[in-house]
């Protein structure tokens, strides 16, 4: 069973960092893995993916702010988040496309509150 568990959400005041990590488990490969992210009445939007030879790729509302890095050792995802911003408030969720079967797997998500 392929799994993807997210751990390090939480509550930041503006200007706070916080890490997510996301950890994926199963007989699979995890080839792009990557962060969305999903704010109360709106669609699910990608905040940031790494390949495993490390390209990313980042949304422009967080370039600069955001790093993403993994272990493909591991299959661990993280996303260190800096200088936040209450707009940054969002469930986020962990994603990677996974092989040889060819589908995406998602984790459950979890909770980052920006606010003071």
């Known amino acids: 069973q392929v799994q993807l568990v997210e751990s390090g959400g939480g509550l930041v005041q503006p200007g706070g960092s916080l890490r997510l990590s996301c950890a994926g488990s199963g007989s699979v490969i995890f080839s792009v893995m990557g962060w969305y992210r999903q704010a109360p009445g709106k669609e699910r939007d990608l905040v940031a993916t790494?390949?495993?030879?490390?390209?990313?790729n980042y949304a422009d509302s967080v370039k600069g702010r955001f790093t993403i890095s993994r272990n493909s050792a591991k299959n661990t995802v993280d996303l260190q988040m800096n200088s936040l911003k209450p707009e940054d408030t969002a469930v986020y969720y962990c994603?990677?496309?996974?092989?040889?079967?060819?589908?995406?797997?998602w984790g459950q998500g979890i909770q980052v509150t920006v606010s003071s």
């Open positions: 994603n990677a496309h996974t092989l040889p079967y060819d589908y995406d797997k």
């Open positions: 790494i390949t495993r030879g490390g390209r990313t």
